[in-house]
């Protein structure tokens, strides 16, 4: 007897899920555990296991976009046929051709360059092609377009000449949040600038150490990161959400970090950051920045913070307006940290400046205790010697 593969439900708001891509081609033997499928979520993408052995069928194509709790592929015993009305239609039989294994970043590459798949070979596991891969493939190709030399053709101008994206998946709920939090909150923005010098100088002096002792890339971020969890054990104000009736103060700190993708912008959590350490913290925010670039966060990885950090510093950006993430009351916002002249003990000298964005809701909070959070917090990055505990 056939086993359906279900599309399966990642967390309470689920309602449908995009199949990224089939590891294995149809008609392949598999074994019960062995992961058969990519799926993305609005939040993740993870890889579907198969849930037992024998013969694979897929019937939901790459790209294919289904209800929770759907049939997207079955397992069947090696003689057994799946009759061909439970196929999900002509389309779908198009796509279940021999596949090419490669990641979906590495997919998403070569479709947007124009790559073919099938003239690279993958160094990944299982000769899987990677991004590395397609990156490789394109420097070369654009080497040999420099040594040939074409006449350029003229080309006609067309209003025809437009790329359609689609807007599925995280993009869509991306886009959708942002929106929702504009028009569901009073969002107000104070900016404030701080000397980042003495955190510049202790980060250098105990990033070796750390690194070696706690196998810990040691950043601006994790000081901020830690900065923000003592700040807002003393303004609990901005630990908090609005629920319609009542404003709802958290006693733990569920921190929030914002982090880039090449899926789009994640915000996985720590969670109780208040009870740890800034070894912890530190090592607790490299563990979930790398999940999230890798699409390897779970569904609990991404729910229930409380207040947010999104951090721009590193594509050189001096200041910006964060936007809430629902439904947090309070999300910071950090710019790089840049050399310039400042006024420091009566002389003017170069000082290493940072510019930090509180963004909050007014409706929970006025400007003056916003105010007073920012300050507390630019307190604790002047004098980062009270961030360290090992």
Do not use: C
């Not at 309602?15 to 799926?39: A, R, S, Y």
């Not at 710019?335 to 003990?345: M, Q, Y």
């Not at 002047?382 to 090992?390: A, K, T």
């Amino acid at each position: 007897m056939a086993t359906d593969i279900l599309m399966p439900k990642l967390g309470m708001s689920m309602e449908e899920g995009t199949v990224v891509e089939w590891l294995k081609n149809e008609g392949d033997k598999v074994e019960k555990g062995e992961p058969v499928v990519t799926i993305s979520s609005e939040k993740t993408e993870i890889e579907v296991e198969a849930p037992d052995s024998g013969v694979l069928t897929p019937i939901v194509p790459q790209d294919g976009v289904v209800p929770v709790s759907e049939v997207i592929g079955r397992v069947s015993a090696e003689d057994e046929k799946v009759p061909p009305k439970e196929r999900k239609s002509d389309d779908s039989q198009k796509v279940m051709k021999k596949r090419i294994p490669a990641s979906p970043a590495a997919r998403k590459l070569a479709k947007k360059e124009g790559i073919d798949l099938s003239v690279i070979q993958g160094t990944g596991p299982g000769n899987r092609i990677t991004k590395e891969d397609v990156l490789r493939a394109l420097a070369h190709s654009k080497e040999a377009a420099a040594t040939t030399e074409v006449s350029p053709l003229p080309m006609e101008k067309s209003e025809q000449e437009v790329e359609k994206i689609p807007v599925s998946g995280i993009r869509k709920v991306i886009a959708d949040r942002m929106v929702q939090s504009l028009q569901q909150s009073a969002q107000l923005t104070l900016h404030t600038e701080v000397d980042a010098t003495e955190l510049v100088r202790l980060r250098q002096q105990i990033k070796e150490e750390v690194s070696h002792r706690f196998d810990v890339n040691l950043t601006y971020n994790d000081f901020i990161a830690r900065a923000a969890v003592l700040t807002l054990q003393t303004h609990p104000h901005l630990n908090a959400q609005w629920d319609e009736k009542q404003i709802l103060q958290h006693k733990y700190v569920h921190l929030g970090i914002a982090v880039s993708t090449d899926r789009g912008l994640v915000v996985p959590v720590v969670r109780n950051a208040q009870d740890q350490s800034f070894i912890q913290l530190a090592q607790n925010i490299q563990s979930l920045a790398s999940a999230g670039r890798e699409g390897r966060l779970s569904m609990d990885d991404l729910q229930g913070s409380t207040f947010t950090v999104t951090n721009l510093g590193s594509f050189g950006i001096d200041e910006f307006t964060p936007i809430l993430n629902p439904p947090e009351v309070g999300i910071l916002g950090v710019g790089r940290i840049i050399e310039k002249p400042a006024v420091h003990d009566g002389e003017i000298t170069i000082r290493s400046m940072m510019k930090l964005s509180l963004t909050f809701d007014h409706r929970v909070l006025d400007g003056v205790p916003a105010a007073a959070f920012l300050q507390e917090l630019t307190t604790h990055i002047e004098h980062p010697y009270r961030l360290i505990s090992f």
